[in-house]
């Protein structure tokens, strides 16, 4: 049967020690119509696991912005961090770009996702966005500390652009330790409401928070 997709060329090379299959003349065909020329092309064989290039692009639509195409690159810092860049090009909204972080420690690993673009859709002209985070550090066998971000420009974006629907946000910084003696956490965390009727300046900021268990023999 006719495949959903398939790449025709004209020349075929794979380089096994680079591990890259290289096209000459390629042709891109969707159910057996060529739909894409190009006189070169290339991507990683089965065998790497990462590679810097572009990923598939994914394609949505939605009431408050339109059409999407979100183009993702992917690209390898090192043997331990790794970035993607997604630009999402909208019908209504203009261009978002989105990002990806990731970098993996000895003793910890850190994440990082964030958003930004230049909006007016409740009649202020300004830049907005968003910025995830996670991060998580062994101490030695007892404690580890970390942290987790959570933060929005305004109360509609995240809900507009489909990032997430919930409608309140938390960022912690901690140290935590579990052992024998049993366990503990001491915490800050803030709190960023997305609600219309939960202004800012009313949403408490905990410092510190305690929590722990302590076993006796």
Avoid: C, M
Avoid at 63 to 73: E, N
Avoid at 100 to 113: P, Q, S, V
């Amino acid at each position: 049967p006719t495949p959903l997709w398939r790449i025709r060329a004209a020349r075929i090379v794979h380089d096994e020690d680079a591990r890259v299959v290289h096209y000459e003349d390629a042709t891109f065909d969707v159910l057996g119509v060529p739909v894409i020329y190009t006189p070169y092309f290339r991507h990683p064989d089965p065998t790497l696991q990462r590679a810097t290039g572009f990923l598939p692009p994914e394609y949505f639509q939605s009431t408050t912005f339109g059409h999407a195409v979100k183009a993702p690159y992917y690209w390898v810092l090192d043997d331990f961090s790794d970035v993607t860049l997604s630009p999402i090009v909208t019908t209504d909204d203009g261009v978002l770009l989105d990002g990806e972080y990731r970098r993996r420690f000895a003793k910890g690993d850190l994440w990082l996702n964030g958003s930004i673009t230049q909006q007016d859709y409740d009649g202020e002209d300004r830049l907005r966005g968003h910025l995830f985070g996670e991060g998580l550090w062994r101490l030695n066998r007892t404690f580890e500390t970390g942290f987790s971000l959570e933060q929005a420009s305004d109360d509609p974006y995240l809900r507009r652009y489909e990032f997430t629907d919930r409608d309140r946000l938390e960022s912690e910084l901690f140290v935590r330790g579990d052992g024998g003696w049993g366990w503990g956490e001491a915490s800050l965390v803030r709190f960023q409401s997305l609600r219309d009727d939960e202004p800012f300046g009313q949403i408490p900021t905990a410092l510190p928070v305690f929590e722990g268990r302590l076993d006796w023999p």
